[in-house]
């Protein structure tokens, strides 16, 4: 079954350190997303990349990074730069970037600061 | 700036109708999409518009005034299984941007 797997489901990090949110699709999709998903607030688009090895800025990427490296995968590191880490981080791709192309998301990884 | 609004939460009864409405002020518009997303899981595609008018899809619909800058997902005959948020999002100026609504908590009662 073809799909967007995102490891691990819950996630915890101490502060000042660096953590890898994993993402894996196996649908052929050319365009990946992440978002981030905070109580009372809509998804707020983190990054997003058309092809391998191209990714842009979406609204809120200060304090994250991100690589494109092969087409099936697109991890996200929440650096210790990111002052509000905690939240539901959703990964999401679709076949490519033009019109009326819905995006298919992962199950989610929530993020937690001890 | 951008902004999308929807009610916060609805309640309706089991085989009732409810309307779910969006508004948007956007720097472009590229496409609306209704997602619906169960708690704690991945929202799903539901519907997309981007010329005016309705688009009906089984039990739901969902419309479209871009000179209003106004959609509504209309949803029939409720079952339990819809208690759900309704996410509405709207493509801007480029694509693959989206800006996202808050989602609209519908809760169906027995």
């Known amino acids: 079954d073809g799909g967007i797997t995102q490891s691990p489901k819950y996630l915890f990090r101490k502060e000042g350190q660096n953590v890898t949110l994993s993402c894996e699709q196996n649908?052929?999709?050319?365009?990946m997303y992440w978002y981030r998903q905070d109580p009372g607030q809509g998804l707020r688009l983190i990054y997003y990349?058309?092809?391998?090895?191209?990714?842009q800025k979406g609204d809120i990427a200060e304090g994250y990074s991100v690589s494109r490296e092969k087409k099936e995968s697109f991890p996200l590191t929440v650096t210790s730069a990111q002052k509000n880490p905690t939240a539901f981080y959703l990964c999401?791709?679709?076949?490519?970037?033009?019109?009326?192309?819905?995006?298919?998301f992962g199950d989610g990884t929530r993020l937690s600061i001890l | 700036g951008q902004n999308i609004d929807q009610p916060t939460e609805m309640t309706a009864t089991e085989g009732a109708i409810v309307q779910i409405n969006c508004t948007y002020q956007?720097?472009?518009?590229?496409?609306l999409f209704w997602y619906q997303q169960h708690a704690g899981e991945a929202p799903t595609f539901l519907s997309y518009?981007?010329?005016?008018g309705l688009e009906e899809k089984g039990r739901f619909s969902s419309f479209l005034s871009r000179s209003k800058g106004y959609s509504y997902l209309l949803l029939k005959e409720l079952q339990m299984k819809d208690s759900a948020s309704y996410l509405c999002?709207?493509?801007?100026?480029?694509?693959?941007?989206?800006?996202f609504g808050a989602g609209t908590q519908v809760v169906v009662t027995p």
């Open positions: 999401a791709s679709s076949i490519d970037l033009g019109a009326a192309q819905p995006q298919h």
């Open positions: 649908l052929n999709h050319d365009a």
């Open positions: 990349s058309q092809i391998v090895n191209d990714f």
């Open positions: 956007t720097s472009g518009f590229n496409g």
């Open positions: 518009n981007v010329l005016d």
């Open positions: 999002a709207v493509e801007t100026d480029s694509w693959g941007k989206f800006q």
